[in-house]
């Protein structure tokens, strides 16, 4: 509340002189310390209209005396320096606010210096390149808690060797975890810290204790940590920690154990963190139960540093017991919300190994299982080929096992990941047919439509527009699907077996003569394109083609099974004979003329979800 105010004023004066009647100075200094803006927290109010352009100010930022030490920030009172934002003149403007968020800073005031800092970066965008401003940038966001953001402001080469640019560096790095990048900061930050007052140097040397522990220099940690008290629980936590590392395990466990009593929440699951770790260190509990505590404590606290350390000890310790479905579950919480420590690409490739024997067919794993394996750990199988052949394998159990819709949506998640990848197009058929095999053509059409490419080869597209054909036609759209087929090798043969179905038989004869074998050996598949033509013929009495055909297949025929069927279909008769067209009927072979597709077309909705 108190930065938005600040921006309000420091952005009003910017609008016209204090001499200018329109904008009076004793109404905009009233105004600041009024009711605040009606605005959210994260945005400053908008300039007004008609605001100054302000002289370049980061030229002169950069002349004047660095900033090297606490005692270099500007010290104001807070009247003084709103009476120099008020009397300011344009070309000493952006001087009196970098005055004012210097001695805010100060003050430790961070986020109403950040809102005077973003107010001036407004007006000359070159301050971001300034090392002052940075510095003034990176310490007001310490001091609100972001620290990612602290430690890229402060990463100018300018401030490498900058006393109080490193001190603030520890805070930051110490915020984000690194504390081993913290205690690499200490030695150029020694002079910036003492020279504050005992209270100031309080969250740096905390920072710089984490740090001095962080690479196993205990003794260090527990000179910076004597300026506090033996109540403080803070100091508690890191005085265990210090005394663990240089070898006194009795008093550090023992100090652990106050910071717990005593300590904030947050305290407190860092404290039972570094005392599973310190009982671990010593033999006093066995690594299972060391997991187990783990997980209890993580139960118990999520996120931040104390969650992270936990998963990142539970892996390790997983590791060393060969426990792969623990080492599955921390992994895979540590590439979700953080960035794993050293390695991260040998502890992906180890679990990944892992992934892959538990999800073999022969690794005993039931089926059931080890699709729940794979979908609660699915961002951790491996990519590209290796990832399809994977995922290809476990639907494949699943399709046989006629989980289709299982298998659909697993396939269906490879199949995203691939996005703009050309091997989205034989994932894309699969996952499409798998869904028409679950009952679902609209989501087989989804699939299709939101993998389409330009750079598909034809037979790809082929085989995509002939599932697409499926589809509509599951759902009743069959002129849609038979335009699907347009120029398609192959379409006569899909046509004619939706034509088949449909009892369409005028348009059944017209595609599937197309698809007549030659006189000679008869596949099952051959044998049903000729019965299936001769039973269009006869329904629609065409007696002379029926003829025709007799005559082309007879001699082929006189030795298949289903010779009795294609005579009693092509016997000169004057009438339609219903009953010799069933008894036929059922003769014809049941091989599809289309395979796979004519399948497709006649699958019903599975019944079986897993």
């Known amino acids: 509340m108190r930065r938005l105010l600040i921006v309000a004023l420091l952005a009003s004066t910017a609008a016209a002189p204090p001499s200018d009647p329109a904008h009076p100075p004793a109404e905009d200094h009233g105004a600041a310390h009024g009711a605040a803006p009606a605005a959210s927290a994260e945005e400053a109010p908008p300039a007004p209209a008609g605001r100054a352009v302000l002289p370049p100010f980061a030229a002169i930022l950069a002349q004047m005396p660095r900033v090297t030490d606490s005692r270099d920030w500007p010290e104001l009172t807070e009247e003084a320096a709103w009476d120099a934002l008020i009397n300011a003149k344009p070309d000493t403007r952006q001087l009196a606010r970098w005055r004012y968020a210097g001695s805010l800073i100060r003050r430790g005031m961070g986020a109403e210096a950040l809102g005077v800092l973003e107010t001036m970066e407004s007006d000359d965008e070159d301050l971001a390149l300034v090392a002052p401003f940075q510095l003034a940038t ?144 010593l033999h006093r509990i066995a690594p299972a139960e060391g997991i187990k505590q783990l997980e209890a404590l993580r139960y118990g606290w999520r996120g931040g540093p104390v969650e992270q350390g936990a998963l990142q000890l539970e892996y390790k310790l997983a590791l060393a017991e060969n426990d792969h479905r623990a080492a599955l579950r921390s992994a895979a919480t540590l590439f979700r919300y953080y960035r794993p420590d050293g390695d991260s690409g040998a502890m992906l490739k180890q679990i990944q190994a892992w992934l892959g024997e538990m999800l073999a067919p022969d690794s005993g794993t039931p089926l059931p299982e ?193 010779a009795q069927a294609f005579d009693l279909l092509t016997q000169p008769t004057p009438t339609v004979d219903p009953a010799r067209i069933s008894a036929a009927m059922a003769a014809i072979p049941e091989a599809s003329p289309t395979g796979a597709i004519g399948d497709l077309l006649d699958a019903t909705a599975s019944t079986t979800t897993g």
């Open 370 to 562: 080890a699709a729940g394996l794979y979908w609660d750990y699915k961002e951790l199988a491996p990519a590209g080929a290796e990832g399809d052949a994977l995922a290809l394998r476990l639907a494949g159990r699943l399709e046989a096992a006629g989980l289709y819709p299982r298998a659909a949506e697993l396939l269906q998640y490879q199949l995203m990941q691939r996005r703009q990848d050309v091997a989205q197009g034989p994932l894309s058929v699969k996952v499409a047919t798998l869904f028409i095999l679950s009952g679902d053509p609209v989501k087989a059409l989804d699939t299709l439509h939101a993998t389409e490419q330009a750079s598909y080869s034809d037979g790809m597209r082929f085989d995509r527009k002939r599932i697409e054909a499926v589809a509509l036609y599951k759902l009743g759209r069959e002129d849609a699907a038979m335009a699907a087929l347009d120029g398609i090798p192959g379409g006569s043969g899909v046509r004619s077996e939706i034509h088949w179905r449909t009892r369409n038989w005028g348009s059944f004869i017209t595609e599937n003569e197309a698809t007549l074998p030659a006189p000679g050996a008869m596949t099952p598949p051959a044998q049903a394109i000729v019965l299936r033509q001769a039973v269009a013929l006869a329904m629609l009495n065409q007696e002379a083609k029926l003829q025709a055909l007799r005559a082309r297949y007879s001699a082929a025929f006189k030795a298949l099974p289903s």
């Open 138 to 281: 990176g310490a007001a966001l310490v001091m609100v808690g972001h620290y990612r953001d602290a430690v890229e402001a402060l990463s100018l080469p300018e401030l490498e060797g900058n006393a109080e640019a490193c001190a603030w560096r520890v805070r930051a790095l110490a915020g984000t975890g690194d504390d081993k990048a913290a205690a690499r900061q200490i030695n150029c930050a020694v002079p910036a810290i003492n020279g504050r007052t005992p209270q100031e140097r309080k969250p740096f040397t905390l920072a710089a204790a984490r740090g001095a522990i962080a690479i196993n220099q205990g003794q260090p940690a527990l000179a910076w940590l004597k300026l506090f008290g033996e109540q403080d629980a803070q100091a508690n936590l890191l005085r265990g920690k210090a005394l663990l590392a240089s070898g006194d395990p009795a008093e550090g466990l023992f100090r652990l154990s106050r910071a717990e009593l005593s300590g904030t929440p947050e305290i407190q699951a860092e404290a039972k963190l570094a005392h599973i770790e310190g009982d671990l260190k």
